[in-house]
């Protein structure tokens, strides 16, 4: 599996929009980037998927460029709530796909 | 919608007890499932997926063991438990066919004393 590189933390205010960029220079073809956002004691939560170029759902917007070695999670106007730890996750859909979970990019949010 | 359920939520055991944590989906049929630990601070290690019933597959050999008895149930279990084995458990599910993309149970805090 191709290894993620990510800030240890960043913080923001309320508000304010916030991209957490993951490095992952060795991404094979197969692989799809996943990002997860878990809050302490609780299990990750599925935020979003792309395999490349742009995608967008309610909650976030992922940008890959052309040559997939990163991405970039963009939250739209950050709530307090959105405090978490956000992992970014690089791998292949094929069965006993383990999701390894680096030390993701804790994001605090303040008022 | 899909709903995935663990419990309990928070166990405390002695060391050299038994041990069953419970997870069960909803809302979908044939799904992938999966055990993973998360020690204090670190990332998640996975235990156990299976595909079917009865499939189970091991990631890692320890006094620890899974079980699928119905499809949409994934049961862990130990007959001894170690200090080593306290940490967070959580079961996760995947759409048949797909294993990139895992959701997540609320997690079991087990503490082994």
Redesign the interface.
């Known amino acids: 599996l191709a290894k993620t590189t990510q800030p240890i933390s960043m913080d923001s205010y309320e508000g304010q929009e916030v991209n957490i960029t993951c490095s992952h220079n060795n991404i094979a073809t197969n692989d799809?980037i996943?990002w997860y956002q878990q809050f302490p004691?609780?299990?990750?939560?599925?935020i979003i998927?792309g395999y490349k170029t742009k995608v967008t759902n309610e909650v976030a917007s992922l940008f890959i460029p052309a040559d997939r070695k990163s991405s970039t999670l963009s939250l739209p106007r950050v709530s307090l709530s959105d405090t978490a730890v956000y992992y970014c996750l690089v791998?292949?859909?094929?069965?006993?796909?383990?999701?390894?979970?680096?030390?993701g990019t804790t994001l605090s949010v303040s008022s | 919608s899909q709903t995935i359920h663990q419990w309990p939520a928070t166990l405390v055991q002695p060391v050299g007890s038994p041990l069953s944590l419970e997870c069960t989906v909803e809302g979908t049929s044939n799904p992938?499932l999966y055990w993973?630990r998360?020690a204090a601070g670190r990332?998640?290690?996975?235990l156990f997926?299976s595909?079917g019933i009865g499939q189970i597959?091991s990631?890692v050999p320890q006094n620890l063991s899974a079980s699928r008895p119905q499809d949409r149930q994934f049961i862990l279990s130990s007959k001894k438990l170690l200090l080593s084995d306290s940490g967070?458990y959580?079961c996760?599910w995947s759409v048949p066919?797909?294993?990139?993309?895992?959701?997540?149970?609320?997690?079991t805090?087990l503490l082994v004393l």
């Open positions: 799809y996943t004691s609780q299990g990750p939560r599925f998927q791998g292949p859909n094929q069965a006993g796909t383990a999701l390894i979970f680096g030390k | 992938n993973y998360q990332g998640l290690q996975l997926y595909v597959s990631e967070f959580l996760a066919g797909r294993f990139e993309t895992q959701y997540f149970g609320p997690g805090r």
